[in-house]
């Protein structure tokens, strides 16, 4: 296996320090009130769809230290055929991947599915969330930021 040197074509924080610190602000509001476990599985899940590295490496590591188990790491991105996962987690990554492949939209039957699971501050919550990871795999893929750079 050979592999490609990927050079960071910039550091996003001291390039716009303003809109990094915006950004970073708008993730500690997504935040507020969501279960710890769960944000990790979804800001992982999002970032898998996306493909970006670093923000993968970031949130596995995230969630490791949260306790969360190999195997519920390893099974994310097959979710739907996986046991592991709880109703309400199912529900919140189904809504990731809506939001995440906003081409396809978000159907009625995966936003009802998380209203049945969310009370409406937090539904607010996990969707902001999911808007939020996704801003940050777009900077991350863009600029090309990898893992093990911070």
Same mark, same amino acid.
């Given at each position: ?14 390039v ?9 602000? @708008?993730?500690?509001?997504? +935040? ?6 769960l944000? =990790?599985l979804?800001? #992982?899940?999002?970032?898998? #769809?996306? +493909? &970006?590295?670093? &923000? ?11 306790? =969360? ?6 099974? @994310? ?6 046991? @592991?996962?709880?109703?309400? =987690? +199912? ?7 809506? #939001? ?26 996990? #969707?902001?969330?999911?808007?939020t990871?996704?801003?940050?795999? +777009? ?12």
């Amino acid at each position: 296996m050979t592999n490609i040197a990927v050079s960071p074509r910039m550091d996003f924080s001291d390039v716009a320090p303003r809109v990094f610190k915006a950004v970073l602000s @708008l993730d500690a509001a997504a +935040r507020e009130g969501l279960d710890p476990a769960l944000l =990790e599985l979804v800001q #992982i899940r999002a970032s898998q #769809i996306n +493909r &970006c590295a670093y &923000c993968i490496d970031y949130h596995t590591g995230d969630a490791r230290r949260a306790g =969360e188990s190999e195997a519920r790491i390893y099974q @994310l991105s097959a979710w739907e055929e996986s046991s @592991l996962y709880t109703a309400e =987690e +199912r529900a919140a990554l189904a809504l990731t991947e809506a #939001i995440t492949l906003l081409p396809h939209g978000v159907s009625d039957a995966v936003y009802d599915e998380a209203a049945r699971h969310f009370d409406d501050k937090e539904l607010a919550q996990l #969707i902001a969330l999911i808007f939020t990871v996704n801003v940050w795999n +777009r900077m991350n893929v863009t600029t090309r930021k990898t893992p093990g750079t911070e």
